[in-house]
């Protein structure tokens, strides 16, 4: 912090106009009294978490969810977007061949060749951080398909958690009509308490921690006029979760 200009000045100036000297002393955290949000889905398996989350994800969010394994992977990816690609009923259907963009995320190109999924029809494109922002965003806009690697599973919402990085540009999971989960089942558990606390350690331990934290449940929704739920109204039309067994 001592790259910070003049901040002994501002900060002994605000104590002035507080009337008081400077607390320079960490706060201590206080006890909860209650602490049931620990305790929703606590003993729960990773097996009972998934079929949880896929369960919600069909009933509530009106998402696909599918469990595949790494061997399985490049053939559900496929699959998955041969759906979208030729859907009929697609909001925005083209003569022009299909184009899906694929995360950078090492984690994820480990798995499976995105090339695999090239054919005369669809054309594959991994996000590409030396072409720039731009290119970038260009090629998002025009993707039927955005395939990203979730960093975390929530099942009790079916959402997923998805962390900002140069590999995987926030654009990905955002602007294509239909967006593509990737997640282990290892990474799957059970509320908002967990996930946040793996941003809380991650702190505690003095990693970076990343610009941009995205929760998202299903494809975008709204329920704001007469309660009717309306859905791709500010993003995504579809999404499908595709859960790694054995991973």
């Known amino acids: 912090m001592s790259d910070i200009i003049n901040r002994e000045h501002f900060l002994d100036n605000i104590a002035a106009k507080l009337g008081r000297p400077r607390q320079i002393k960490p706060v ?5 009294l209650y602490t049931c949000h620990h305790e929703v889905m606590a003993g729960k398996s990773s097996d009972e978490l998934k079929h949880i989350l ?3 994800t069909r009933k509530a969010l009106g998402a696909h969810a599918l469990v595949t394994t790494k061997d399985g992977l490049s053939e559900s990816l496929r699959q998955v977007c041969a759906d979208y690609c030729n859907d009929e009923t697609a909001a925005s259907p083209s003569k022009t061949p299909s184009e899906t963009l694929v995360s950078a995320d090492p ?104 610009s941009c934290v995205n929760f998202i449940s299903g494809p975008s929704s709204t329920a704001d006029i007469e309660l009717i739920k309306v859905v791709g109204v500010h993003g995504p039309v579809h999404a499908t979760y595709i859960i790694i067994d054995d991973l």
């Open 107 to 210: 984690r994820l190109l480990e798995l499976f060749d995105p090339e695999q999924l090239d054919s005369d029809v669809h054309s594959v494109h991994v996000w590409n951080t030396q072409l720039g922002y731009g290119p970038n965003i260009k090629i998002a806009e025009r993707a039927k398909v955005g395939i990203v690697y979730a960093e975390q599973a929530l099942a009790e919402s079916g959402t997923m958690v998805l962390y900002s990085q140069p590999a995987q540009g926030r654009a990905i999971s955002l602007l294509p009509e239909a967006s593509v989960f990737v997640v282990p089942k290892s990474a799957l558990v059970a509320r908002l308490t967990q996930a946040t606390a793996e941003l809380y350690k991650k702190a505690q331990q003095g990693e970076r921690l990343p």
């Open 28 to 32: 201590k955290r206080p006890s909860l």
């Open 54 to 56: 896929i369960d919600y």
